[in-house]
């Protein structure tokens, strides 16, 4: 394969001579050099100069140049006459195909639309969810938190009777990287009858706890 790539460019090499045209001077002053002809048009040629590529009209070369690359006006017309009628069929296509287009960026915009509110009710019933479970885990925190302060919670004599309890939580929160747990904190406030001196006595207790897996929660005074 690489020796036929390199065969056919020896080949076209051979085929497309490099026509050296030296230094140039156009009627209007402008002067090039080291020039090179790359191609022609009916009204300009392209060439290769020390400057870069420019394409000079064949009216300005000087006589020798002209004669070697006439002017063909009448080629020129032909083609502009092609340019106006490719121009003009890609204007009737654009248009007979307005209403496919127009078609197309409707469905796009309700498919976008449509693709939107669905992330936004996801979205929302996600956070809805959330904030079920949230509430739910609350509402278990606080319920083992009285549970905890109406039949645990001691002040270190065994004879004592609780006669009234109060809990306050305070903060609930995920727990980031454990899935199903929550850690919260708040104060306990007890009232409790001594047996043992036979006095009345009330404590405020802060106390942290968590939830864990299947809903099993632990408590902890400080």
């Known amino acids: 394969m690489l020796a036929l790539l390199a065969t056919s460019a020896v080949a076209f090499a051979q085929e497309?001579?490099?026509?050296?045209?030296?230094?140039?001077?156009?009627?209007?002053?402008?002067?090039?050099?080291?020039?090179?002809?790359?191609?022609?048009?009916?009204?300009?040629?392209?060439?290769r100069h020390s400057g870069g590529l420019a394409?000079?009209?064949k009216k300005k070369l000087p006589a020798t140049?002209?004669?070697?690359y006439p002017a063909d006006e009448a080629a020129a017309e032909r083609q502009r006459i092609e340019d106006?009628?490719?121009?003009?069929?890609?204007?009737?296509?654009?248009?007979?195909?307005?209403?496919?287009?127009?078609?197309?960026?409707?469905?796009?915009?309700?498919?976008?639309?449509?693709s939107a509110a669905f992330n936004e009710a996801a979205a929302?019933?996600?956070?809805?969810?959330?904030?079920?479970?949230?509430?739910?885990?609350?509402?278990?925190?606080?319920?083992?938190?009285d549970d905890y302060f109406r039949t645990t919670?001691?002040?270190?004599n065994t004879a004592v009777i609780v006669t009234d309890y109060?809990?306050?939580?305070?903060?609930?929160?995920?727990?980031?990287?454990?899935?199903?747990h929550q850690p919260f904190s708040g104060e306990g406030y007890v009232d409790y009858y001594m047996s043992?001196?036979?006095?009345?006595?009330?404590?405020?207790?802060?106390?942290s706890g968590e939830i864990a897996a299947q809903g099993r929660v632990s408590i902890t005074p400080k």
């Open 84 to 114: 106006e009628q490719r121009k003009a069929a890609a204007a009737a296509e654009y248009e007979r195909t307005r209403p496919q287009r127009e078609a197309a960026a409707e469905r796009l915009r309700k498919e976008r639309a449509a």
């Open 55 to 57: 394409q000079l009209e």
């Open 153 to 156: 919670w001691r002040p270190g």
């Open 16 to 47: 497309v001579p490099v026509v050296k045209l030296g230094e140039v001077k156009l009627t209007d002053g402008r002067t090039y050099k080291d020039v090179v002809f790359v191609s022609e048009s009916p009204m300009r040629i392209t060439v």
């Open 196 to 207: 043992k001196g036979s006095s009345f006595s009330s404590n405020r207790v802060r106390f």
């Open 65 to 68: 140049l002209l004669a070697q």
């Open 166 to 180: 109060r809990t306050k939580l305070e903060s609930i929160e995920t727990k980031p990287g454990w899935p199903g």
């Open 124 to 145: 929302a019933r996600e956070q809805a969810d959330q904030a079920s479970a949230m509430a739910n885990a609350r509402r278990l925190a606080q319920s083992e938190a």
